[in-house]
């Protein structure tokens, strides 16, 4: 089992602790620990500028400098990625360690009473939640540039009409100021025409008895009196709240946007119908991850003095998994997005394709993926000219969804064959195959085979391998039964010419 590597520092000028923390924490089992040490504040803040630990254990009194006067120079060093300190102050300075944890030291430990578990419990406890942390940050982050990113109107606001948020997109499309929506000037009943009201009561009734409603077209009316044209689909954002989300686009140029829309999204249907199934996905997908991370930090404030620390884990965990889950749902709608604005380039480099596939199948097997077994074959030649990020797109997808549809502990094959002018892969597994009746339609965006059940996900996985496929200049083809499995096989070229 391949372990956490982490790099510690440890500031302490007393040689016997130094030694006995070092003894204890080499016995830790569940981490692999690199630890350097440093018998001075200052040296110790040189030595954390050059190799950025994970963790930092500090001894409260030292000769130079004390250990609050250190936290507030790293601090001042690491603004925006600061590593974590663990305080060490001796018996009867509780109130030393209030005033570190007060200045940002994320735990502390007293000198005499430390033991081998309790030192590695608590770093290994501080540098996970840390982490966690860290990726909670960068998943908001990315859900508020998804939010932000003016790409479609957004707005949140009482199911009476009050619109309480609304982002940049939304507030140029009905010509309306920030200053005015904080002022509450902003009410949906306002903005909607008389004959219109009723297509709206229709909405708050499917969102009071679905959570979500059927995205249909109406017109606002703007500030300076014109009407606009317009797509709304909305969902609640708790269950059992009066507060909803709109997902609103402006259909004023509603030929030119079912042809750029179409050529992004390479699908025939109509432009309306693919807004229905994105807004529904995510409005389903996204809120689900939402409620399940807001109501287990709700649990954390709230209880979590009460809470076993197995039990925190498992809630971190499930924290973890939800935002994870939002990530890969915000990274396929951007490539099906940059494969729609012609952002998703070609960009081919000489490629060792055996040890990518290898390299990729680890990767895997590291999350939930390795819960199926993968049988690797590789022939031919190693070298090839290939666009390895179209590559991994292709690939994942594929693997991904082997596994998805299949049985957990169901073996997936996948095979490589490098002979120019080309490179085959195949991928095989033995899950719930696909209908017939949905083979036309298997590589459009949001569409998901009948009989997936209630296994989720987001319809995008395929039409993402086909993006990246034709960009790749290949082809793909599969073969199905139900209930037996499937046989997916992409061929692209090798770029042999180039090589030679």
Known sequence: MTLNRYTIVIVDDSFEDRETYRRYLFGERRCNYSILEEEYGENGLQLCEQVKPDIVLLDFLLPDIDGLEFLVQLQAANPKNCPPVIMLTGQGNEEIAVRALKSGAQDYLVKGHVTSESLCFTVRNTIENVLLRRQLEQSEARFRRLVESNIIGVAIGDLNGKISYANGAFLALVGYKQEELQDGKLNWRDLTPSEYLPSDEKAIRELNQLGVCTPYEKECICKD???????????????????????????SDRKQAELEMRK???????LSELKSRFVAMVSHEFR???????????????????????????????????????????????????????????????????????????????????????????????????DEKLLHHILTNLLINAFKYSDEGSPVDFTAICQPPKVIFQIRDRGIGIPQQD??????????????????????????????????????????????????????????EAIN
């Open 439 to 496: 083979w036309q339609r298997l590589f459009e965006p949001f569409h998901r085979a009948s009989n997936v059940g209630t296994r989720q996900g987001t319809g995008l996985g395929l039409a993402i391998v086909k993006q990246c496929v034709d960009l790749h200049g290949g082809a793909i083809v599969f073969d199905t039964k139900v209930g037996e499995g499937t046989l997916f096989t992409v061929t692209l070229p090798c770029g042999w």
């Open 225 to 251: 009196g014109s009407r606009l044209p317009i797509l709304l689909g909305g969902a609640r954002l708790e269950e059992g709240e009066e507060t909803a989300i709109a997902f609103v686009m402006d259909l």
């Open 264 to 270: 992004a999204l390479e699908q025939e249907k109509e």
């Open 288 to 386: 689900n991850p939402i409620s399940a991370i807001l109501g287990m930090v709700q649990l954390l404030e709230n209880y979590g003095d009460r809470f076993s620390e197995s039990k925190k884990q498992t809630m971190f965990g499930h924290i973890k998994n939800a935002a994870n889950k939002m990530n890969d749902i915000i990274d396929d709608v951007l490539a099906i997005g940059q494969a729609g604005m012609g952002k998703l380039k070609f960009e081919p480099a000489l490629l060792d394709v055996e040890i990518f596939c290898e390299n990729l199948i680890y990767k895997l097997k590291l999350g939930a993926n390795g819960k199926h077994p993968i049988h690797f074959h590789y022939e031919g030649i190693k070298a090839s000219v290939m």
